[in-house]
């Protein structure tokens, strides 16, 4: 039998020498005269012996009289000589047998019909020499119509031996007998089918391959790197705030107001239980409407810091993973998008920022950009492919681009100028090519119709959260910036390397330089030394072209222009025309914060030096023999991720939340809480999330004058002009703190009696409660 496949050394030697069997002559048919076989050609005898000694591969016999069968490409030609068996040497399949009867000798012999009905053939041969060296082979061929033929040899062999086959189906039959036909006889052989996987294991794949997809560990490891990095924010989340316990207030407020009153009153949203009775009250400052969902989960104040202090970890995690996916959108490998996702997270002026959730949350930009371009089949390294745009993407990055404007217009609105300066730039460098070409460049009208769509929804939220503020500005017309408050706040050259007190490697050796600035919190403005260094490299050395280079460099000397507000060269040519022209810019007291832009380009800088690097050190280690270095010069790739993240490491204070007064919990509105100031009154704020009471306090970016009035007015309570005028604005409880009267008019008159004044007064904990 022969089965050796190709190549595979799988075919069994036939026996050679004096241990060989001589093969009987077969038994005719019936009906057919028998004439004694004729021996084989003496000379291919001993041919097939000699390589049967040397090569051990089975003997190469041409077929006797007969044709090969049609579609076997392996059987070969007939030739007028004796009958023989035909195999091949290393053949993938076995050979057709032709029974031949030349000189008087008979074979019989069966072929398979297109009736598909199977037929036995057996086949002797003689041997001719002092040497046997027959085995038997068998051989099945199925044609195209399903039939199956089997071929028996049988062995000559001692007369005190059975005879036995080389096939698995046991002894040959007596000679003259026929094999029956049974099952195919190869089947015992064939692998078996491959079993269906149930549908659990189907879903376990499923969500194997979805937990060691990229994005899936991206994702994962952006939120453990944001919990570390700002830990202890989530040690004790529902008691403490990172940086300070008086704008985190207010924003924990904003959050927990926005989801409250989207379920009780929608229409009540920009009239807000603070600043009574002042209108548009919640459109005072930026008010993170986009955590509203978060705000409909949990209620009181200590929910209300346990969510600020769990959306102030998610944000630095979105962050980093917009930027992310912006740098692996736009061509750089993972390590070089990891390194600029945690240097735009990251940076040390960002630090300073740790108390303005509205600042922090700024994920969304890269995020919608990266969707953008993906979705417009963009990315910076290989320019611009039509076979890889998909409207869903452009429908997803315009909708995260509306919901980041939501967060507030702070960081909102430049990035609402930035996406439209870019579609009307590529609107007219599309059309320009397109005349230059006079060819029509791929678009096509779904893209179309999502741009159009998503640009129309994006503009649609910007004026309904727009409105709100114009009406304040209209009311307040005090409250709108001047160039002077933008000039306070304009940091100098020096904060570009001047890094905040809470940078854990740079604050402590920066302190003299911080000493020198105006108003550090808002002028330390440092990105980070790695940074700069990575970027400056990234010039040189990177996988974006020069001219992609070149045009970031200029984006981050802009930006950095921008962000001098007055200080570069008064503004004449950066800030002012902004300020003056752009509808909204008048509201951006602080224009360091464009220094988010800054960072971002110099990330992709970065991002293009270290994938060249990466790059580099891959191709160097392919080529290597031995490889040993390898590991060790794939790790050092991973020093520019680790130092960026050493110099993102913080001192960020946590400090514990004054607790809400017995009596906020109890009292009745519309209330006034006294002492009333800018800080204690956003305390207020957020001892007002049980139940959200009508409060006459507030605190915000500008100070109503009402509100002024009340504060001064209420100096002297309780007597009759401040109990009247309370009453004028429809004040029915006043809760005076006895904590936090110490050096104040009330340390005195706390404790005066008012029954003259017709009013009630109650001692409930640590306070006082007037009833008027």
Same mark, same amino acid.
């Given at each position: 039998?022969?089965? %050796?496949?190709?190549?595979? %050394?799988?075919?069994?030697?036939?026996? @050679? =020498?004096?241990?060989?069997?001589? !093969?009987?002559? +077969?038994?005719?048919?019936?009906?057919?005269?028998?004439?004694?076989?004729? +021996?084989?050609?003496?000379? !291919?005898?001993?041919?097939?012996?000699?390589? &049967?000694?040397?090569?051990? /591969?089975?003997?190469?016999?041409?077929?006797g009289s007969g044709a090969a069968p049609s579609g076997d490409p392996e059987a070969a030609p007939a030739t007028s000589g004796p009958a023989s068996d035909t195999t091949r040497h290393g053949d993938t399949k076995a050979a057709t047998e032709k029974d031949s009867a030349q000189g008087g000798s008979t074979t019989s012999a069966s072929t398979a019909k297109d009736s598909g009905a199977a037929k036995d053939a057996s086949a002797t041969k003689d041997s001719t020499t002092t040497k046997d060296t027959s085995a038997t082979k068998d051989s099945t061929t199925t044609k195209d119509t399903g039939a199956a033929k089997d071929s028996t040899a049988t062995k000559g062999g001692d007369a005190g031996k059975g005879a036995k086959g080389d096939d698995a189906d046991g002894p040959d039959k007596a000679d003259g007998e026929a094999k029956p036909v049974g099952p195919e006889r190869w089947e015992a052989f064939a692998s078996a089918p491959e079993p269906r996987p149930s549908i659990f294991t189907r879903a376990g794949r499923a969500v194997g391959r979805f937990l060691i997809h990229e994005w899936t560990l991206a994702t994962l490891a952006a939120t453990a790197l944001a919990? $570390?990095?700002?830990?202890?924010?989530?040690?004790?989340?529902?008691? @403490?705030?990172?940086?300070?316990? *008086?704008?985190?207030?207010?924003?924990?407020?904003?959050?927990? *107001? /926005? =989801?409250?009153?989207?379920?009780?009153?929608?229409?009540?949203?920009?009239?807000?239980?603070? #600043? #009574?009775? &002042?209108? *548009?009250?919640?459109?005072?400052?930026? @008010? $993170?409407?986009?955590?509203a969902p978060a705000g409909m989960l949990g209620s009181g104040p200590e929910d209300a810091i346990l969510r600020y202090n769990i959306m102030f970890v998610l944000a630095h995690a979105l962050a980093t993973l917009g930027a992310y996916a912006l740098a692996r959108q736009l061509g750089?490998?993972?390590? =070089?998008?990891?390194?600029?996702?945690?240097?735009?997270?990251?940076?040390?002026?960002? $630090?300073?920022?740790? %108390?303005?959730?509205?600042?922090?949350?700024?994920?969304?930009?890269?995020?919608?950009?990266?969707?953008?371009?993906?979705?417009?089949?963009?990315?910076?390294?290989?320019g611009y492919r039509p076979e890889r745009r998909h409207d869903g993407w452009v429908y997803a990055g315009w909708l995260v681009a509306a919901w980041q404007l939501s967060l507030g217009f702070g960081i909102g609105l430049p990035f609402a100028y930035f996406l439209a300066g870019t579609v009307l730039v590529t609107a007219v460098l599309f059309f320009a090519r397109r005349l230059r070409t006079r060819q029509a460049v791929p678009f096509g009208r779904r893209l179309f119709t999502a741009d159009l769509l998503g640009g129309v929804l994006f503009a649609g939220i910007g004026l309904l959260m727009a409105f709100p503020f114009y009406k304040v500005t209209e009311l307040h017309p005090y409250a709108e910036r001047t160039i002077a408050d933008i000039s306070i706040f304009s940091p100098p050259a020096s904060g570009f390397v001047t890094a905040p007190a809470e940078s854990r490697i740079w604050g402590g050796l920066h302190e003299g330089a911080r000493a020198a600035l105006p108003w550090h919190p808002e002028m330390t403005l440092l990105p980070g030394f790695v940074l700069y260094a990575l970027a400056a490299g990234g010039l040189f050395f990177s996988v974006w072209r020069?001219?992609?280079?070149?045009?970031?460099?200029?984006?981050?000397?802009? @930006?950095?222009?921008?962000?001098?507000?007055?200080?570069?060269?008064?503004?004449?040519?950066?800030?002012?025309?902004? #300020? &003056?022209?752009?509808?909204?810019?008048?509201g951006l007291r602080t224009p360091g914060r464009l220094m988010l832009w800054t960072t971002l380009l110099l990330a992709l800088l970065a991002a293009g030096a270290v994938t060249a690097l990466t790059d580099r050190v891959r191709e160097l280690t392919a080529q290597r023999i031995p490889s040993w270095p390898g590991p060790w010069l794939r790790m050092a790739t991973l020093l520019p991720l680790l130092l960026v993240t050493v110099e993102g490491l913080n001192t960020t204070p946590h400090p514990v939340v004054p607790t809400q007064p017995a009596a906020m919990r109890s009292a009745e509105g519309p209330m006034l809480v006294l002492p009333s100031n800018q800080s204690l009154d956003q305390h207020v704020m957020l001892w007002s999330t049980s139940g959200f009471p009508d409060v006459v306090n507030g605190g915000s970016g500008f100070t109503p004058r009402q509100l002024d009035d009340v504060r001064r007015v209420s100096q002297s309570f309780p007597d009759q002009t401040s109990v009247d005028y309370l009453r004028t604005l429809g004040v029915r409880t006043v809760v005076l703190l006895r904590g936090q009267v110490a050096g104040t008019p009330w340390e005195i008159t706390i404790d005066a009696p008012v029954e003259s004044l017709g009013i009630t007064r109650q001692e409930v904990g640590d306070a006082v409660v007037f009833r008027l």
């Open positions: 039998m022969t089965s %050796g496949q190709p190549g595979t %050394g799988n075919t069994p030697p036939t026996p @050679t =020498g004096a241990d060989t069997e001589s !093969r009987p002559a +077969t038994t005719a048919a019936p009906g057919t005269p028998t004439q004694p076989a004729r +021996t084989s050609d003496p000379a !291919r005898t001993s041919d097939k012996a000699v390589t &049967e000694t040397t090569a051990g /591969s089975p003997p190469d016999v041409s077929a919990v $570390l990095m700002t830990w202890p924010t989530l040690r004790y989340p529902r008691y @403490t705030l990172p940086q300070d316990y *008086w704008d985190p207030s207010l924003q924990a407020w904003q959050m927990a *107001w /926005s =989801g409250h009153i989207l379920l009780a009153d929608p229409a009540r949203l920009w009239q807000s239980n603070t #600043f #009574f009775p &002042e209108l *548009w009250s919640f459109a005072f400052s930026d @008010t $993170l409407l986009g955590y750089a490998g993972r390590i =070089g998008a990891a390194v600029a996702g945690v240097s735009y997270t990251y940076a040390p002026w960002l $630090l300073a920022q740790a %108390g303005h959730l509205h600042v922090l949350s700024n994920g969304g930009i890269p995020l919608a950009l990266a969707m953008l371009a993906r979705g417009h089949g963009w990315s910076l390294r290989h020069l001219r992609q280079r070149l045009l970031l460099l200029v984006g981050v000397l802009v @930006t950095m222009a921008f962000a001098m507000g007055t200080r570069f060269f008064d503004g004449t040519f950066t800030y002012v025309p902004l #300020f &003056e022209h752009l509808p909204g810019w008048s």
